[in-house]
C-alpha cells in the first residue's frame, strides 16, 4: 500500500508562487507515473500535470502550462509542483495521484488527501 502526503499549500497573492510536494511512504515510486490534480469548490476535479517515472515525458494542462512546472526525486519518494505567476483561479485543493498507465491517462490507483492553495487578487 503506498500512502501520499501533500505539502505546500497555503495562501498567496496574485502573481506569487508555491512549490508542493507529494511525498510517498509504504512502497517506491520510482517506477510510477506521478500527477497532480486540482479540485476547486463547485467543479469537479481536473487534471493539472504527471511526470513519467524517468521524468523525460511531462504533460500540463492548458491552464497552467508555461507557469507550473512537475517535477521528482526518486531518491526522496517525491513528487513536487513549482507553481509560478499564479491567478485566482488556481484556487483549489491540489491532490497528487501515483501509478497510471501513462502520463496521457487521468486514472490512478493512489491518491493523497490534497493541500489547499488559495491565490488571493
Known amino acids: 500500500q503506498v500512502q501520499l502526503v501533500e505539502s505546500g499549500g497555503g495562501l498567496v497573492q496574485a502573481g506569487g508562487s508555491l512549490r508542493l510536494s507529494c511525498a510517498a511512504s509504504?512502497?517506491?515510486?520510482?517506477?510510477?507515473?506521478m500527477g497532480w490534480f486540482r479540485q476547486a469548490p463547485g467543479k469537479e476535479r481536473e487534471f493539472v500535470s504527471a511526470?513519467?517515472?524517468?521524468?523525460?515525458?511531462?504533460r500540463y494542462a492548458n491552464s497552467v502550462k508555461g507557469r507550473f512546472t512537475i517535477s521528482r526525486d526518486n531518491s526522496k519518494n517525491t513528487v513536487y509542483l513549482q507553481m509560478n505567476s499564479l491567478k485566482p483561479e488556481d484556487t483549489a485543493l491540489y491532490y497528487c495521484a501515483g501509478d497510471s498507465e501513462s502520463i496521457w491517462s487521468t486514472s490512478y490507483t493512489y491518491w493523497g488527501q490534497g493541500t489547499q492553495v488559495t491565490v488571493s487578487s
Open positions: 509504504g512502497r517506491t515510486l520510482s517506477t510510477y507515473v
Open positions: 511526470i513519467s517515472w524517468s521524468t523525460v515525458s511531462t
